[in-house]
C-alpha cells in the first residue's frame, strides 16, 4: 500500500470542526456555571442553553482503546464530541440535559472515576519518568498512581478549602509545572556522576561537556582525554549527563524523591507563587513508594485542618509562616532548606518578628 | 501478544480505584509487541530502581527539523521491542477539542505504525505519540499529515503553543484563546518546524487571570486575557448567594487583595480604580459579578523551570493589547522579540534569561515598549544605575 | 604644659555616671509613657516615679558653645542631665514635674525647636557631604536643614499617620539608614570618572583599581601606565575614586540627588524594608535644592492623605500599589526604576494583577 | 576671629526655622581659624557644587590603627586652616547619655586642639570631633583618655557598638542594652583600636523589635531584645483605651499581621503561640499590654550598605539567646564569627557578604548553630542543593 501524499506545515486541525454545535452556538457568550456533582458542572450561556460537562480521570498515559472507549461513550452521549483539560481529565460535553445521568452511570459501570471539580484535588500534571525518558531520576507515572489513589476521596468526593494541584516531575528539569504546585515531587540524584573514561573520549565533546555544569564543577583532564568532577561543587543535576551520557548519575540507593509545596499560578488573591522545598529527599521505593505517600498525607491534613475556606496551600503558609508549617507538619528542618543558591538572600529571615 | 514478562511490581499499580497507566500499558501489550517490550523494561526500571534509556540520537521526518524525540534503551537485547522508541508529538487542536471519528482514525494509525500507547497530553500540549521504530516515521507523518494533522515543536524551535478552553465554555474568557492559539501556530509553522532559536521558545494562552492553561509560570510568552473598565454587579444575584449561605465578608470582602470592596449587607460596591483585576470575587461570585467590558490581554515574557539559576514566572511587558485577528501586534511583538533574542541570545538561554542577563532596558528598547510601573512589583532598591548620553546635559 | 599621662584601651565611660538618680533608681523598670506634647513626654516607673524628656533639634553638625549651652540649660531644669537620641536629638531628662514648663519656656526663649516625639516627621540622620567627605556628591547638612525647615510643622506641631523616617546620605556609601528610610536623599553621579593619565601612574596602585569596579569596568591601560574606563559598564558608584584618587568623578552639572523611599526598620506590623528609588536624579542646587523640597512634599503630602492610621510609608504603598504611587504622586517613570542589577528578577511583576 | 569670607549661599542657610548647622560653623569661626575656613571652604563646596576634600591619608595617634579619619582640602592655598582637617571618633558613652560636667571638660579640649566643631554623633554613634590638624591628634588624645575618654572605631575593625536608651527609660526592653554595650566595647578594645579584619564589623543593640537604633538595618551583628511567654494583658487598661476613643478593632487587631489577636468589645485576647511579637499592639497600647516574662534576644548578622550587590538587612542566626552578664554566650559567638571571616573572607568583604558567597550551611557548621526555621522567610525554591557524604548511603 502505497504512502497518501504527505503534507508540511499545515498545522493542527481548525478546533471549530470539534465543537460541539451548542458551544459553536453560544461560542464566548457564556454566562455562569454551576457545580452540580464533583464530576459534573453546567455551563449557562447568555442566550439561556446549557452544556454540561462530566469530568472524568485518565491515566495521561492511555492506550488506543483507552481513546476508543471514550469515543464510544461520546458517540452515545453526546454526539461524539469531548475534550481533555489542561490537567489530562476527559471531558464529555453534553448538550441534552436528560443524558447527563445515564452517560454518569455509564461511566461509572465501565470503572471509570469522575470528579476533579471545585475545591479539590484534580489529576497530576506530569512527566515521563522510566517510560520514556533518560534523565529521569524517578518515575512519574507511578507515583502519579499511587498519590491519586490515596487521596481518591478529595477527587471524587470530598472538599478541600480550596483546589489543590498537584505535580510529579522526574528530575531537575522539571518538564511540567513543579515549580507552580500546591504539592509537587521531583526526582533528584544526589551523588556526583562517574565519568566512564573509556567512553567519554569518543562519546562526549569534552567543551560542552564542561560548559554544561552550571557550578563549574567539571574541567578538563588531559591525560585521559577526559574530564574530572569536582565533587565539592557538584549538586548533581545531571545537566552534564544530558550532553555526556558517559556522565551516569543514576544511583538506586541515593536518587530519590524532593516534595516542594505552596506554589501556585492563578493570579486570585494573591500572586503566582513558586512551590518551596519541603522534604529534601525521600527514597525510591517503587512500586508504592509509602514514605512519599506518608509525607504528603501530612502536608495536605495539616492543610485540610488548617486553613480558612479558599486559601491555597501557600496562602495558608504564608499566613501561619513557615516556621509554624514546619511546626503543625513536623517536617524536620535541615541544612538543605536553607537557600545557598544566587539569590539565597531573597529567602533569609530579615525580621525579628517571628513565631516560636 | 502473548505475555511475554513477568510484572510483579507493575502489577501492583494495577490496584486502588485512580485509572491505571500499567492496565494501559497491559492493554497496549496485548497486541504490540513494543508496547509489550515496554512494559518488560519498565519492569526492569522499577526493580533496579533507574531509568534504563538512552540520549535520544537526532530522528525525525523529512523536512522537519523537531516534532520526534528519539530514545534507544540502554539495554536492547533485553527488550528489541524498545530498542528504538522515539515519540512523535502531534499538534494538537486549541483547547484539547476532539470528536470521535477524528480520534478514532488517528489511533487506527497509531495501533498501525507506532506502540498504541499515547500521552493525552504532553505538558506543553502535544497529543503525544508514544514509541515507535525510526522506520516507521515517514510512512505515520504521511499518514496522519495527509489526514490534516501536524507535527508539534521540539528542540530549539517554537513549541506547541497551548491555551484554556477559553470562549468555548467559559464565562470569563475576555479573549479568544483557541482562536489565538490556532493563528499563532499556522503563523509560525516554520519557526516551529525548522529550529533555529538560541533555545525553545513557548506560547500559552489563557482567558484571564485565572490562568487555566499554567501559562504565567511555563511560557516565554503567556497571553493573559483581561479588562478595562468596571467589574459588572448583578445585585440581585448578591442577594441569592447571600441568602444561600455565602458569607461574603469573610469569603469575598475580605479576600480582596486590594479591599477594594464593600459590602453593606445589601449590596457589593467596588472601586474600581483599585482593584487588580485579580479575579478572585468574580471567580467565586459568577452569578453576580462579570468582568468589565473593554477586552485585551496582558503579555508576559519569560517563564521557565528552573534550570540554570531558578525558576522564572513570566514578567508583565504589555499591560493592555487588544485581541482582535489577524493578532498583528502580537505577532510583530513576538518577531521583534525573537530578532533580539536570535541577536543576543547563547546556545541554551531562554528569553527570560536573556532579559535578565542584557536588562529590561536593552530588550524594551529594542521592542519599542516605554517603562511603565506595571512591569514591576517595586522600583530598584540601589542607587546604581545607568544613564544614556542623551539624558545627561 | 606637659600633656597628661595618656591611656589607652579604656573604653568609653561608664554610662552610669551619666543616669540621672530617678532612672539608677528606676532602671529598667519602666511601666509606661505618655506623649505630653510633640516634644514632651513622660515615663513612668513600676515605682510610681517619673521622668520627663523634653525633646529639642539640634543640626548634628554644632559648636562646642551650642553644646555648653545644653549644659547650661541642663544644670538649670535636671541637674546636669541630658541625652542625645539615636536621631540626633536632645532630651533633657527631668525629674520635677515642676521644672518641665520653665524648661520649655526657656527653649523656645533661646530659638529652640521642640517636637519629634509621635507619629511626626523627627530630626534626619545623615552623613558629612561637603563639610567632610571626600566622596560626596551633593552635601548632606545643607539638605537636612532646607528640609526640615520645609517640614517644620511636621516636627513641632502636626501629626502624621505614623512617624515619617527621614535621611540623607552624600554618596551611593550611604553611610547613615538611607536603604531602610521612609523618605531619603542620596547623593548620585551620572558620569563616569575621567582618568587622569598623569597622576594615575604615580598615585594609584593600578590592580586594586581594577579590583574596585564592581562592574568590570577598569581595564589596564598599559601604554599609559594606567586605567581605560568602559564607559558603558560604569554606573558611576565611585568606588574607584574612593581606591584612587586619579580618577575624579564629580560632576558639578551631573551630579544630583536621587530619592528613595518606603524603607523601615521597625519590625511592626511588617517587616524591615528597603528603600526604592523613586526619583533617579534631582539636580544639584544649593543652597534651597527647591527640586528636592518640591519632590519629598508631593510624596509627604500624598502619604498624609492616603495612609491609614499606623501606616509607614513603605506600608501605605505596599497597600496600593507601586503602580498607584506612581500614578497619585505624578512621578515619572523612567528605565532607571526598573532594576537591572543583580537582584532584578526579584522586582519584576510576575502577576496579570495589577492596577490600571 | 575676624569674619574671613564672605558667604552668601551658607547665609541662606541660616534663615528658616530650623537649628542652622551654618550658625553652629559660624559660631566656632568666631574664635578659631580652622572653623572659619572651613566656612569659607563648604561655602567653595556650595558655589562649585563639588566636594573640596581629597582622600584621607592614615593619620592616628600611637599605638591605634584608626579612632581618626585623615582629611585634606584639595585646595589647601586658598584655605590653609583645613589643609588638614581630621575627624577623631570619640567612644560615646551607652545610649548617649551625658551630663555637664563631663561635657563641659571635653568640649574645652576640644576648643584646644580641635576646630570647636563636632558632631553629636556621627551615625555610627561616636562622639565626633570635626576637624583638626595632624600635630594636635597626639596631645588631644592624650588629654581626653586622661580624662577618660576613648577613641572610636575606624578601618577594618570592629566599629563602636551602639544601642537604643533601653532600661534608661523604655518600658519595652527585654535586655539591658547599655551594659551589653559597654560590657562588650570593653571586652573588644584590641580588636576595635587596631584593625585587623578583613573589613569593618558593627554592633547594634536594640531593647525590643520596635529597634529604635536601627540595628537590624546596619550592623554586622544586631542583637534584638525578645521574650518568650505570653503577653501581659491589663483588661482595665484596654477599656481605658476604648473609652479614649481608639478603635482598638482598627488600629490594633486587624494590624496585628498574625492575625492572633481578637476583640470582643470588652477584652482583648491573643492567641500567643501565634504572636510574632512584632511589637504593635503593645507600643499602640503601652498601658494595655506588655511583653511575656522570659527575656533573651534574638541575634541576627549581617546587615549593611548597598556597596557591592545591594543593601543588606541582618538575618536571624540564633532566635533566641539569654542575655546575662558577662554575656559570654554572646562573645563566644562573636569570636566565632570573626574566626570564620577571618580564615575566609576577601579583602573588603562583609561578613554578610561572606555567608551568602561560602553559603548558609558552612557558617552555621563552623560557628555552631543548627538550621531552624525562624532563619528564613522561606526555604529554598530551587531542587539545586548539596548533601554531605555522612548523609547518603
Ligand atoms: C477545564 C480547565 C481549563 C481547561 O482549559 O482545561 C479549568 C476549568 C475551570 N476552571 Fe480552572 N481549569 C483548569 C485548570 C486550572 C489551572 C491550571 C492547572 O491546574 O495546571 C488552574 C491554576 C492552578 C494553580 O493556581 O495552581 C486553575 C485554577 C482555577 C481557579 C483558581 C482557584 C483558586 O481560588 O486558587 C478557579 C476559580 C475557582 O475555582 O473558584 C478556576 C475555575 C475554573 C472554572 C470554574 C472556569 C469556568 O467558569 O468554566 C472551570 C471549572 C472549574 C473546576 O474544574 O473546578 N480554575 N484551573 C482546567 C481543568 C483542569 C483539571 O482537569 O482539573
Ligand atoms: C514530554 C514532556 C514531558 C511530559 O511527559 O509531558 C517533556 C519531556 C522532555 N523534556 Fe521537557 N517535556 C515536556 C514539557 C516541558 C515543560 C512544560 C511545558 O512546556 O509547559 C517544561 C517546563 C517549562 C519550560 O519550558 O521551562 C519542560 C522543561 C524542560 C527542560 C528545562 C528547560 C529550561 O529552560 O529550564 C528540559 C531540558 C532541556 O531543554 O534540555 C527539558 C527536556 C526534556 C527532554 C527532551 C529531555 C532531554 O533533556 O532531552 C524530555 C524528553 C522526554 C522523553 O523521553 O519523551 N524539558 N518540559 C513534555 C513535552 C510534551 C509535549 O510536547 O506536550
Ligand atoms: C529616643 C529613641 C531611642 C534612643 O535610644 O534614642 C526612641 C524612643 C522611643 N521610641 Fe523609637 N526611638 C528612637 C528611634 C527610633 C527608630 C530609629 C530611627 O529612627 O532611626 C525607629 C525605627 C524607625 C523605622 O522603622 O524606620 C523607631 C521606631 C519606633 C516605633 C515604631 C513606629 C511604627 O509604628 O512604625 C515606636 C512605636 C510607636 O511610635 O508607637 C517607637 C517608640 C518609641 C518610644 C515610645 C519607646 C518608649 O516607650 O520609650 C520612645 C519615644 C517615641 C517617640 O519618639 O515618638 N519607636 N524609633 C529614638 C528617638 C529618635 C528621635 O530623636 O526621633
Ligand atoms: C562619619 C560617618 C558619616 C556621618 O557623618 O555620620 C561616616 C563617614 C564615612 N564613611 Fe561611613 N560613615 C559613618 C557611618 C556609616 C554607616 C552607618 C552606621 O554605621 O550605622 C554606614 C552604613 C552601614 C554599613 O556599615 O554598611 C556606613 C557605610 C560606609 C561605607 C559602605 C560600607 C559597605 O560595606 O557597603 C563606606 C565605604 C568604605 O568602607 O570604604 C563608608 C566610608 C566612609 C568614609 C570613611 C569615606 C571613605 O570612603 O573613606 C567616610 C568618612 C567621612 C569623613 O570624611 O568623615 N561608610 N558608614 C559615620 C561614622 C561616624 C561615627 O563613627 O559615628
Ligand atoms: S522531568 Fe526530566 S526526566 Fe522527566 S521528562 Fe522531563 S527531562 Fe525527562
Ligand atoms: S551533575 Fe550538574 S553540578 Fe554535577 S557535574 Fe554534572 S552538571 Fe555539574
Ligand atoms: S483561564 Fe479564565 S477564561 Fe480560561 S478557562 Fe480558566 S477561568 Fe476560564
Ligand atoms: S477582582 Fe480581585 S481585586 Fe478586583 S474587586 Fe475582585 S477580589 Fe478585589
Ligand atoms: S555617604 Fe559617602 S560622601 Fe557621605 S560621608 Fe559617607 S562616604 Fe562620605
Ligand atoms: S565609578 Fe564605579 S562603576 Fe564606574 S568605573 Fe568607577 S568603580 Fe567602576
Ligand atoms: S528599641 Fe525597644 S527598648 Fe529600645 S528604645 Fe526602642 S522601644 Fe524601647
Ligand atoms: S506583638 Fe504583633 S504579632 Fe504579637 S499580638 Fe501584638 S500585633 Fe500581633
Same mark, same amino acid.
Given at each position: 500500500?502505497?504512502?497518501?501524499?504527505?503534507?508540511?506545515?499545515?498545522?493542527?486541525?481548525?478546533?471549530?470542526?470539534?465543537?460541539?454545535?451548542?458551544?459553536?452556538?453560544?461560542?464566548?457568550?457564556?454566562?455562569?456555571?454551576?457545580?452540580?456533582?464533583?464530576?459534573?458542572?453546567?455551563?449557562?450561556?447568555?442566550?439561556?442553553?446549557?452544556?454540561?460537562?462530566?469530568?472524568?480521570?485518565?491515566?495521561?498515559?492511555?492506550?488506543?482503546?483507552?481513546?476508543?472507549?471514550?469515543?464510544?461513550?461520546?458517540?452515545?452521549?453526546?454526539?461524539?464530541?469531548?475534550?481533555?483539560?489542561?490537567?489530562?481529565?476527559?471531558?464529555?460535553?453534553?448538550?441534552?440535559?436528560?443524558?447527563?445521568?445515564?452517560?454518569?452511570?455509564?461511566?461509572?459501570?465501565?470503572?471509570?472515576?469522575?470528579?476533579?471539580?471545585?475545591?479539590?484535588?484534580?489529576?497530576?500534571?506530569?512527566?515521563?519518568?522510566?517510560?520514556?525518558?533518560?534523565?529521569?531520576?524517578?518515575?512519574?507515572?507511578?507515583?502519579?498512581?499511587?498519590?491519586?489513589?490515596?487521596?481518591?476521596?478529595?477527587?471524587?468526593?470530598?472538599?478541600?478549602?480550596?483546589?489543590?494541584?498537584?505535580?510529579?516531575?522526574?528530575?531537575?528539569?522539571?518538564?511540567?509545572?513543579?515549580?507552580?504546585?500546591?504539592?509537587? #515531587?521531583?526526582?533528584?540524584?544526589?551523588?556526583?556522576?562517574?565519568?566512564?573514561?573509556?567512553?567519554?573520549?569518543?562519546?562526549?565533546?569534552?567543551?560542552?561537556?564542561?560548559?554544561?555544569?552550571?557550578?563549574?564543577?567539571?574541567?578538563?583532564?588531559?591525560?585521559?582525554?577526559?574530564?574530572?568532577?569536582?565533587?565539592?561543587?557538584?549538586?548533581?543535576?545531571?545537566?552534564?549527563?544530558?550532553?555526556?551520557?558517559?556522565?551516569?548519575?543514576?544511583?538506586?540507593?541515593?536518587?530519590?524523591?524532593?516534595?516542594?509545596?505552596?506554589?501556585?499560578?492563578?493570579?486570585?488573591?494573591?500572586?503566582?507563587?513558586?512551590?518551596?522545598?519541603?522534604?529534601?529527599?525521600?527514597?525510591?521505593?517503587?512500586?508504592?513508594?509509602?514514605?512519599?505517600?506518608?509525607?504528603?498525607?501530612?502536608? #495536605?491534613?495539616?492543610?485540610?485542618?488548617?486553613?480558612?475556606?479558599?486559601?491555597?496551600?501557600?496562602?495558608?503558609?504564608?499566613?501561619?509562616?513557615?516556621?509554624?508549617?514546619?511546626?503543625?507538619?513536623?517536617?524536620?528542618?535541615?541544612?538543605?532548606?536553607?537557600?545557598?543558591?544566587?539569590?539565597?538572600?531573597?529567602?533569609?529571615?530579615?525580621?525579628?518578628?517571628?513565631?516560636? | 501478544?502473548?505475555?511475554?514478562?513477568?510484572?510483579? #511490581?507493575?502489577?501492583?499499580?494495577?490496584?486502588?480505584?485512580?485509572?491505571?497507566?500499567?492496565?494501559?500499558?497491559?492493554?497496549?501489550?496485548?497486541?504490540?509487541?513494543?508496547?509489550?517490550?515496554?512494559?518488560?523494561?519498565?519492569?526492569?526500571?522499577?526493580?533496579?530502581?533507574?531509568?534504563?534509556?538512552?540520549?535520544?540520537?537526532?530522528?525525525?521526518?523529512?523536512?522537519?527539523?523537531?516534532?520526534?524525540?528519539?530514545?534507544?534503551?540502554?539495554?536492547?537485547?533485553?527488550?528489541?521491542?524498545?530498542?528504538?522508541?522515539?515519540?512523535?508529538?502531534?499538534?494538537?487542536?486549541?483547547?484539547?477539542?476532539?470528536?470521535?471519528?477524528?480520534?478514532?482514525?488517528?489511533?487506527?494509525?497509531?495501533?498501525?505504525?507506532?506502540?498504541?500507547?499515547?500521552?493525552?497530553?504532553?505538558?506543553?500540549?502535544?497529543?503525544?505519540?508514544?514509541?515507535?521504530?525510526?522506520?516507521?516515521?515517514?510512512?505515520?507523518?504521511?499518514?496522519?499529515?495527509?489526514?490534516?494533522?501536524?507535527?508539534?515543536?521540539?528542540?530549539?524551535?517554537?513549541?506547541?503553543?497551548?491555551?484554556?478552553?477559553?470562549?468555548?465554555?467559559?464565562?470569563?474568557?475576555?479573549?479568544?484563546?483557541?482562536?489565538?492559539?490556532?493563528?499563532?501556530?499556522?503563523?509560525?509553522?516554520?519557526?516551529?518546524?525548522?529550529?533555529?532559536?538560541?533555545?525553545?521558545?513557548?506560547?500559552?494562552?489563557?482567558?484571564?487571570?485565572?490562568?487555566?492553561?499554567?501559562?504565567?509560570?511555563?511560557?516565554?510568552?503567556?497571553?493573559?486575557?483581561?479588562?478595562?473598565?468596571?467589574?459588572?454587579?448583578?445585585?440581585?444575584?448578591?442577594?441569592?448567594?447571600?441568602?444561600?449561605?455565602?458569607?461574603?465578608?469573610?469569603?469575598?470582602?475580605?479576600?480582596?487583595?486590594?479591599?477594594?470592596?464593600?459590602?453593606?449587607?445589601?449590596?457589593?460596591?467596588?472601586?474600581?480604580?483599585?482593584?487588580?483585576?485579580?479575579?478572585?470575587?468574580?471567580?467565586?461570585?459568577?452569578?453576580?459579578?462579570?468582568?468589565?467590558?473593554?477586552?485585551?490581554?496582558?503579555?508576559?515574557?519569560?517563564?521557565?523551570?528552573?534550570?540554570?539559576?531558578?525558576?522564572?514566572?513570566?514578567?508583565?511587558?504589555?499591560?493592555?493589547?487588544?485581541?482582535?485577528?489577524?493578532?498583528?501586534?502580537?505577532?510583530? #511583538?513576538?518577531?521583534?522579540?525573537?530578532?533580539?533574542?536570535?541577536?543576543?541570545?547563547?546556545?541554551?538561554?531562554?528569553?527570560?534569561?536573556?532579559?535578565?542577563?542584557?536588562?529590561?532596558?536593552?530588550?524594551?528598547?529594542?521592542?519599542?515598549?516605554?517603562?511603565?510601573?506595571?512591569?514591576?512589583?517595586?522600583?530598584?532598591?540601589?542607587?546604581?544605575?545607568?544613564?544614556?548620553?542623551?539624558?545627561?546635559?
Amino acid at each position: 500500500m502505497s504512502a497518501p501524499q504527505r503534507k508540511t506545515d499545515i498545522g493542527p486541525p481548525h478546533f471549530k470542526q470539534f465543537l460541539p454545535p451548542v458551544i459553536q452556538k453560544n461560542y464566548g457568550s457564556w454566562k455562569y456555571h454551576e457545580v452540580l456533582r464533583p464530576g459534573t458542572m453546567v455551563h449557562v450561556a447568555e442566550s439561556g442553553d446549557k452544556v454540561w460537562s462530566v469530568r472524568m480521570a485518565s491515566p495521561r498515559l492511555i492506550s488506543t482503546d483507552f481513546v476508543r472507549d471514550i469515543c464510544d461513550v461520546a458517540d452515545k452521549y453526546c454526539d461524539g464530541f469531548f475534550r481533555f483539560t489542561s490537567r489530562h481529565n476527559v471531558e464529555f460535553l453534553v448538550s441534552d440535559e436528560s443524558k447527563v445521568k445515564p452517560l454518569e452511570d455509564d461511566l461509572k459501570k465501565r470503572g471509570m472515576v469522575m470528579g476533579g471539580i471545585g475545591s479539590r484535588v484534580s489529576n497530576i500534571v506530569h512527566t515521563q519518568g522510566w517510560v520514556h525518558c533518560h534523565s529521569a531520576a524517578t518515575d512519574a507515572s507511578g507515583l502519579v498512581k499511587i498519590i491519586m489513589d490515596e487521596f481518591i476521596d478529595y477527587f471524587t468526593t470530598k472538599e478541600l478549602p480550596n483546589k489543590v494541584r498537584f505535580a510529579v516531575a522526574c528530575c531537575t528539569n522539571m518538564c511540567g509545572a513543579v515549580h507552580c504546585s500546591d504539592i509537587a #515531587l521531583v526526582g533528584v540524584h544526589r551523588k556526583p556522576p562517574i565519568p566512564d573514561h573509556a567512553r567519554i573520549p569518543n562519546t562526549c565533546e569534552v567543551p560542552s561537556t564542561i560548559a554544561s555544569c552550571p557550578t563549574g564543577a567539571i574541567s578538563p583532564d588531559p591525560a585521559k582525554k577526559s574530564v574530572k568532577i569536582n565533587n565539592d561543587k557538584c549538586m548533581y543535576c545531571g545537566n552534564c549527563y544530558s550532553v555526556c551520557p558517559a556522565l551516569p548519575i543514576s544511583d538506586p540507593v541515593n536518587d530519590g524523591v524532593a516534595i516542594v509545596v505552596g506554589g501556585k499560578v492563578t493570579n486570585l488573591r494573591t500572586a503566582p507563587k513558586f512551590s518551596k522545598l519541603v522534604y529534601p529527599w525521600l527514597p525510591n521505593n517503587p512500586p508504592k513508594w509509602p514514605e512519599v505517600t506518608n509525607a504528603i498525607k501530612g502536608i #495536605l491534613e495539616a492543610y485540610a485542618k488548617g486553613a480558612q475556606k479558599h486559601e491555597r496551600v501557600g496562602e495558608w503558609i504564608d499566613r501561619i509562616g513557615w516556621e509554624k508549617f514546619f511546626k503543625v507538619t513536623k517536617i524536620p528542618f535541615t541544612f538543605q532548606h536553607i537557600d545557598d543558591f544566587t539569590f539565597a538572600r531573597e529567602t533569609f529571615r530579615t525580621t525579628a518578628a517571628f513565631k516560636w | 501478544m502473548p505475555k511475554k514478562y513477568d510484572t510483579p #511490581l507493575l502489577d501492583q499499580l494495577e490496584k486502588g480505584s485512580y485509572p491505571s497507566f500499567v492496565t494501559e500499558i497491559k492493554k497496549a501489550a496485548a497486541k504490540n509487541e513494543q508496547a509489550n517490550d515496554l512494559l518488560g523494561a519498565l519492569e526492569q526500571c522499577y526493580k533496579d530502581k533507574k531509568t534504563h534509556w538512552k540520549h535520544g540520537g537526532i530522528v525525525g521526518v523529512r523536512g522537519y527539523g523537531g516534532g520526534v524525540i528519539g530514545r534507544y534503551s540502554d539495554i536492547p537485547d533485553q527488550f528489541p521491542g524498545v530498542a528504538h522508541f522515539h515519540t512523535v508529538r502531534i499538534n494538537q487542536p486549541s483547547g484539547f477539542f476532539y470528536n470521535s471519528k477524528a480520534l478514532r482514525e488517528l489511533m487506527g494509525l497509531w495501533d498501525q505504525y507506532g506502540s498504541g500507547l499515547t500521552n493525552f497530553h504532553g505538558s506543553t500540549g502535544d497529543l503525544v505519540l508514544l514509541g515507535t521504530k525510526t522506520e516507521h516515521l515517514e510512512p505515520l507523518f504521511a499518514e496522519v499529515s495527509s489526514r490534516g494533522w501536524d507535527l508539534g515543536g521540539s528542540g530549539s524551535a517554537m513549541r506547541t503553543p497551548s491555551c484554556c478552553v477559553g470562549p468555548g465554555r467559559c464565562e470569563w474568557s475576555n479573549i479568544d484563546t483557541l482562536d489565538i492559539t490556532y493563528n499563532i501556530t499556522q503563523e509560525f509553522q516554520d519557526e516551529m518546524h525548522r529550529p533555529a532559536f538560541p533555545y525553545k521558545f513557548k506560547f500559552k494562552t489563557s482567558g484571564c487571570a485565572v490562568d487555566c492553561i499554567a501559562s504565567i509560570a511555563r511560557a516565554d510568552c503567556s497571553i493573559i486575557g483581561t479588562w478595562k473598565g468596571d467589574i459588572r454587579i448583578d445585585q440581585d444575584a448578591v442577594k441569592w448567594y447571600a441568602k444561600n449561605g455565602m458569607d461574603i465578608n469573610a469569603e469575598i470582602i475580605n479576600r480582596c487583595p486590594t479591599r477594594c470592596m464593600s459590602y453593606d449587607g445589601k449590596e457589593i460596591k467596588i472601586a474600581n480604580e483599585d482593584c487588580s483585576r485579580c479575579m478572585h470575587c468574580i471567580a467565586k461570585m459568577t452569578k453576580a459579578l462579570r468582568p468589565g467590558k473593554e477586552k485585551g490581554a496582558t503579555i508576559l515574557i519569560g517563564s521557565k523551570a528552573p534550570f540554570v539559576v531558578g525558576a522564572l514566572l513570566s514578567w508583565v511587558i504589555v499591560p493592555f493589547m487588544k485581541m482582535e485577528p489577524p493578532y498583528t501586534e502580537l505577532k510583530e #511583538l513576538t518577531r521583534k522579540i525573537w530578532e533580539w533574542w536570535d541577536e543576543h541570545g547563547k546556545n541554551r538561554e531562554r528569553t527570560g534569561e536573556l532579559i535578565e542577563r542584557k536588562g529590561m532596558r536593552n530588550f524594551l528598547e529594542f521592542i519599542g515598549v516605554n517603562p511603565q510601573p506595571a512591569m514591576i512589583k517595586e522600583p530598584r532598591r540601589d542607587p546604581f544605575y545607568f544613564w544614556q548620553p542623551d539624558e545627561l546635559k
